[in-house]
């Protein structure tokens, strides 16, 4: 099983639409929850760090479930500008190494 | 302006041929990581160092090496021994280690390794 598992996608959905992505990740001791967004041959961006309490910033929203070990990045009103590959990254205590999923593709379509 | 800096962004290897792909931070970060992206896939570890004249292998370490002299540099060589080195090198960098709660990974733009 892998550490960190994401939907590949790819999402397609119209501007001004709602979407939401889910993180799964496998062990309980992970202490740190971030999504980043990375463009087509581009550098990955960090886009928000996950809090336990959730955490939004703007059209972005981000939620921990520690119960069932996931995170969720929800965004709303769609822009063209979102369209982007979403990876969700984990890293904790115990661990000396950061944990990546394999991406979450949006395509945003006017 | 504080970031990562790789270079190139665009190299080509020939068959049998070492080459190197150079990353330098000024953000004082003492981590410093290499990844390597394959198409339609996620970032896979391929060495990383927490201090100067220390580094470990990650998970696919094999036909590559690595040197941390200095703080801010942290260079990787594909070797010979990399039967498939055509990939997207993304070097990253961290104030301290994976281990600290809420530590971020900052990128440098990446290297386009192409073989001939």
């Known amino acids: 099983r892998k550490e960190v598992e994401q939907d590949p996608g790819p999402f397609n959905v119209p501007e001004g639409a709602t979407v939401a992505f889910n993180c799964t990740y496998s062990n309980s001791a992970s202490q740190s929850f971030f999504w980043y967004r990375q463009d087509c041959r581009k550098e990955p961006k960090l886009l928000m760090s996950v809090y336990s309490s959730g955490n939004e910033d703007g059209r972005f929203t981000a939620q921990l479930n520690r119960a069932s070990q996931y995170i969720s990045l929800l965004i709303r009103d769609s822009k063209l500008s979102d369209s982007a590959t979403y990876l969700c990254?984990?890293?904790?205590?115990?661990?000396?190494?950061?944990?990546f999923g394999s991406g979450t593709k949006l395509n945003v379509k006017p | 302006d504080g970031g990562i800096t790789q270079s190139p962004k665009y190299l080509f290897r020939k068959e049998g041929q070492n080459v190197t792909l150079s990353c330098e931070q000024n953000l004082n970060h003492d981590a410093m990581y290499w990844y390597r992206q394959d198409p339609g896939q996620g970032l896979r570890l391929i060495y990383y160092?927490?201090?100067?004249?220390?580094?470990q292998k990650g998970d696919i370490a094999e036909g590559y090496s690595v040197s941390r002299e200095k703080k801010e540099s942290f260079p990787l060589t594909v070797t010979s021994a990399q039967k498939n080195p055509t990939a997207f090198y993304l070097c990253a960098s961290s104030m301290r280690g994976p281990q600290t709660t809420n530590e971020k990974l900052f990128f440098g733009s990446g290297t386009q390794l192409s073989v001939l």
């Open positions: 990254v984990v890293n904790g205590y115990n661990f000396n190494k950061f944990y």
């Open positions: 160092s927490q201090i100067v004249n220390d580094f």
